[in-house]
């Protein structure tokens, strides 16, 4: 049986979520958490002890969300193909395309973050990004098994920059002059396309390195 304060805790939560999604932290007040969540600001203190507590327990739940599924993937990918690992990555970081609801939410509060960033979000991601990063990390790894850990880094960041561009701009992309809307079998059109583009130059990795940039006047 649910608990009031444990009913009380998710009612605030929720209202939260969606607050910050729409309005992000700053432009997020106490009073209109507690308006919305029908409680009084006391909830929120013996709950979260204030709005920065409140704010980074959103956070948490909305990370832990976009990133579950990739760290469960993670843990199978000894006993597949490091193609399969691939799709399967791809394929959760496209998720929030085909979400209407939560996971939506989640990718506005990262935008703001991106325009407002704040000392929560630094903290909660030093704290808490390492089990994802190391899925990322492992799954280039079997692309480029020679490669030093700086360089994995760079190519594991690259990789989740090839869906987070088309994640994050999803409402930018469908209007003019791009036109490209991203629903239903389109994602997974998407995610292919992906995969393949990034299996290939991870490959390439494995080709001689570039030359390095001239340095000093040519002239």
Not at 19 to 24: E, M, N, P, V
Not at 102 to 128: G, M
Not at 138 to 165: E, K, S
């Amino acid at each position: 049986m649910t608990r009031p304060s444990e009913v009380t805790r998710e009612r605030i939560l929720k209202a939260a979520e969606r607050l910050f999604a729409a309005r992000g932290y700053e432009g997020t007040s106490i009073r209109a958490i507690v308006t919305k969540a029908r409680v009084n600001q006391a909830a929120v203190n013996y709950h979260f002890t204030g709005k920065d507590g409140l704010y980074r327990e959103v956070l948490h739940a909305a990370f832990h969300a976009l990133t579950e599924r990739q760290i469960a993937h993670g843990a199978q990918a000894t006993t597949r193909s490091r193609e399969e690992v691939l799709i399967d990555f791809v394929r959760d970081q496209l998720r929030p395309l085909s979400a209407r609801d939560e996971l939506s939410r989640h990718i506005r509060l990262f935008n703001w973050e991106a325009v407002q960033p704040t000392a929560i979000f630094r903290k909660l991601v030093s704290e808490e990004a390492t089990p994802f990063m190391n899925v990322a990390v492992d799954l280039v790894r079997r692309f480029l098994p020679t490669a030093d850990q700086r360089v994995l880094l760079m190519a594991a960041i690259w990789l989740i920059g090839q869906c987070h561009i088309f994640v994050r701009n999803r409402e930018q992309l469908a209007a003019p002059p791009v036109a490209l809307a991203l629903e239903g079998p389109a994602v997974e059109e998407l995610a292919r396309h992906i995969c393949r583009w990034a299996a290939a130059g991870l490959a390439a990795g494995s080709l001689p390195a570039v030359p390095p940039a001239p340095t000093g006047n040519p002239l």
